[in-house]
């Protein structure tokens, strides 16, 4: 379940790529479509968030920063020979 960090309502354009960056702002980039290159990246919302370490950030569908618990690990099946 995913907690919401901070309100930004960032509103999205097609063909672009939305992400919390290093340092906590919203980034997007272009994204790349067959033979076209994506482009660089430019910061779209300064929001600054502090991250915590273990947890996933990312632009939720309402445009704002929010957070996930990240699931590392997890049970390995055996091996059968």
Same mark, same amino acid.
């Given at each position: 379940?995913?907690?919401?960090?901070? *309100?930004? !309502?960032?509103?999205?354009?097609? %063909? /672009?790529?939305?992400?919390?960056?290093?340092? =906590?702002?919203?980034? #997007?980039?272009?994204?790349?479509? =067959? #033979?076209?290159?994506? %482009?660089?990246?430019?910061? &779209? /919302?300064?929001? !600054?968030?502090?991250?915590?370490? %273990? /947890?996933? /950030?990312?632009?939720? *569908?309402? !445009?704002?920063?929010?957070?996930? *618990?990240? &699931?590392?690990? %997890?049970?390995?099946?055996?091996?059968?020979?």
């Amino acid at each position: 379940m995913a907690i919401k960090v901070a *309100k930004c !309502g960032v509103k999205r354009k097609k %063909g /672009y790529l939305y992400f919390v960056d290093k340092k =906590g702002d919203v980034s #997007r980039a272009k994204m790349a479509r =067959g #033979r076209k290159r994506g %482009g660089g990246r430019e910061k &779209v /919302y300064k929001c !600054g968030v502090k991250k915590k370490k %273990g /947890y996933l /950030y990312f632009v939720d *569908k309402k !445009g704002d920063v929010s957070m996930a *618990k990240m &699931v590392r690990g %997890g049970k390995r099946k055996k091996r059968r020979r």
